[in-house]
């Protein structure tokens, strides 16, 4: 080997030596500046990482801790994040394509060093006492650094199947908290797992009160009684697929006496379904998002949605009846064990998405709003907060340990990892 490529060599590698050191001291000088300890969460792009993060966030803040977020730059949490009144610092992250095997690909693997470099100056920025990481890639850099770091890794999964990214974060972890059951199944070391519960946002249960139902739709235009009201949600950025299945639906739900329709198009769709069959028709409202959910699913009597964890989290906290189609395009078939949350509890029914490709959408819906609307009725009960039916169909679906708070129990689980 050339004396001057060992001398380079060697130069860098006591350069970076010298840079984690500078790090990992930066991280500890500036922990013990903080009045308060600091809880750092890492995770974006999605709704089902985000919302669950903002209800712990909001849980943590109550007790006197102060809370931090380390988000993608293009994902939701750069409107949902501030909104909360949380800090947002901005990360660098990569993603692999398919085919794995490709010029992208490799390209990412050479960025992702940078982006774990990246996140390391944020963390030695803010100096957390416990880094939470949510899933998604996203998550990913600032998790690899604090592990490098030796600040403590407390993982969420808010799915009922544990994602890619938890699994292969997990080994790094010193918990990793399930908001059911059954994700441990995909875990590697089941004595690091804890069921605390889905994270539903605090405003969003208030929601679930009768009268405040009755001022959710008084406030968005619809009568407070009589008349149906169906809800369609396509995910946080919207689904084109939804979204063009409802559009062909459209015409024959028009034809169910009292139904009005809300419809989360999504920005980007907003203005290409809005001008389509819904302008023709005064009962369908299109929307490009919905900021405050939680009254809005209240007020709803159905709600046609994906199965995002956040999505089915809410929907199982108000009991509101669901026709879920869960996308075949998320990995590890995470949205259908969703679904399966909310069928076993009675509150949902469940179409995979082939069979709206053969049938359409319209068939499902209007089975149930039927006139006599007993079916949504039983669907209601069946899915009432605390009920006793909802209770055994969890145990049933193995989801034991479920509780009726989840950023309470995640709270006391990620404090106890904060040490003086």
């Given at each position: 080997?050339p004396?001057?490529?060992q001398k380079?060599?060697?130069?860098?590698?006591?350069?970076?030596?010298a840079?984690?050191?500078?790090?990992?001291t930066?991280?500890?000088?500036?922990?013990?500046?903080?009045?308060?300890p600091v809880?750092?969460?890492s995770g974006?792009?999605?709704?089902?990482?985000v919302?669950p993060?903002v209800a712990?966030?909001?849980?943590?803040r109550?007790r006197?801790?102060?809370?931090v977020?380390?988000?993608?730059?293009?994902?939701?949490e750069?409107?949902v994040?501030?909104?909360?009144?949380?800090?947002?610092?901005?990360?660098?992250?990569?993603s692999?394509?398919?085919?794995?095997?490709?010029?992208?690909?490799?390209?990412?693997?050479?960025?992702?060093?940078l982006?774990?470099?990246h996140?390391?100056?944020?963390?030695?920025?803010?100096?957390?006492a416990?880094?939470?990481g949510?899933?998604g890639?996203?998550?990913?850099?600032?998790?690899?650094?604090a592990a490098?770091?030796?600040?403590?890794l407390?993982?969420?999964?808010?799915?009922?199947k544990?994602?890619?990214?938890?699994?292969?974060?997990?080994v790094l972890?010193?918990?990793?908290?399930?908001a059911?059951?059954?994700?441990?199944?995909?875990?590697?070391?089941?004595?690091?797992?804890l069921?605390?519960?889905p994270?539903?946002r605090s405003?969003?249960?208030k929601?679930?009160?009768?009268?405040?139902?009755?001022?959710a739709?008084?406030?968005?235009?619809?009568?407070?009684?009589?008349?149906?009201?169906?809800l369609?949600?396509?995910?946080?950025?919207?689904?084109?697929?939804?979204n063009?299945a409802v559009?062909n639906?459209?015409?024959?739900?028009a034809?169910?006496?009292?139904?009005?329709?809300?419809?989360?198009t999504?920005?980007?769709?907003?203005?290409?379904?809005s001008?389509?069959?819904?302008?023709?028709?005064?009962?369908v409202?299109?929307?490009?998002?919905?900021?405050?959910?939680?009254?809005?699913?209240?007020?709803?009597?159905l709600?046609?949605?994906?199965?995002?964890?956040?999505?089915?989290?809410?929907l199982?906290?108000?009991?509101?009846?669901?026709?879920?189609?869960?996308?075949?395009?998320?990995?590890e078939e995470?949205?259908a064990a969703?679904?399966?949350v909310l069928?076993?509890?009675g509150?949902?029914?469940?179409v995979?998405?082939?069979e709206?490709?053969?049938?359409?959408?319209?068939?499902?819906?209007?089975?149930?709003?039927?006139?006599?609307?007993?079916r949504?009725?039983?669907m209601?009960?069946?899915?009432?907060?605390g009920?006793?039916?909802?209770?055994?169909?969890?145990?049933?679906?193995?989801?034991?340990?479920?509780?009726?708070?989840?950023?309470?129990?995640?709270?006391?689980?990620?404090t106890?990892?904060?040490h003086?």
């Amino acid at each position: 080997m050339p004396v001057h490529f060992q001398k380079a060599a060697l130069g860098a590698c006591v350069t970076a030596a010298a840079v984690y050191t500078a790090t990992f001291t930066a991280v500890r000088v500036r922990r013990c500046q903080h009045a308060r300890p600091v809880v750092a969460f890492s995770g974006g792009g999605a709704g089902s990482h985000v919302f669950p993060a903002v209800a712990i966030a909001e849980e943590l803040r109550k007790r006197a801790l102060e809370v931090v977020f380390l988000g993608d730059s293009r994902g939701l949490e750069v409107h949902v994040v501030p909104q909360s009144g949380f800090r947002l610092y901005c990360i660098s992250s990569v993603s692999l394509q398919r085919p794995i095997k490709s010029v992208a690909n490799a390209l990412s693997v050479l960025r992702f060093p940078l982006c774990v470099a990246h996140s390391a100056c944020i963390l030695a920025q803010t100096g957390p006492a416990v880094v939470v990481g949510m899933g998604g890639k996203v998550s990913v850099p600032a998790c690899v650094a604090a592990a490098a770091l030796g600040i403590p890794l407390v993982l969420y999964e808010p799915n009922a199947k544990a994602g890619a990214v938890t699994q292969a974060l997990h080994v790094l972890a010193r918990q990793t908290l399930l908001a059911y059951g059954s994700a441990a199944a995909d875990l590697r070391y089941k004595d690091r797992c804890l069921v605390v519960g889905p994270a539903v946002r605090s405003d969003v249960l208030k929601s679930a009160e009768v009268r405040r139902r009755r001022e959710a739709r008084e406030a968005l235009g619809f009568p407070s009684r009589g008349g149906r009201l169906l809800l369609v949600l396509g995910g946080s950025r919207g689904c084109g697929y939804l979204n063009c299945a409802v559009n062909n639906a459209l015409p024959q739900l028009a034809t169910v006496p009292g139904l009005q329709i809300l419809w989360q198009t999504g920005a980007k769709q907003y203005v290409s379904y809005s001008a389509g069959h819904a302008a023709s028709l005064s009962s369908v409202r299109c929307v490009p998002f919905i900021h405050d959910m939680g009254p809005v699913v209240a007020a709803s009597d159905l709600v046609l949605s994906r199965a995002g964890a956040s999505t089915v989290a809410e929907l199982a906290a108000l009991g509101t009846p669901a026709l879920l189609v869960p996308s075949p395009a998320v990995s590890e078939e995470q949205q259908a064990a969703n679904a399966r949350v909310l069928a076993d509890r009675g509150q949902a029914e469940v179409v995979p998405q082939v069979e709206v490709d053969e049938g359409g959408l319209a068939p499902h819906l209007l089975q149930l709003l039927a006139p006599d609307g007993k079916r949504l009725a039983a669907m209601r009960v069946q899915g009432g907060v605390g009920s006793s039916a909802s209770s055994s169909a969890l145990e049933r679906g193995g989801n034991g340990g479920v509780t009726a708070n989840g950023p309470v129990c995640a709270h006391i689980a990620i404090t106890q990892h904060i040490h003086p």
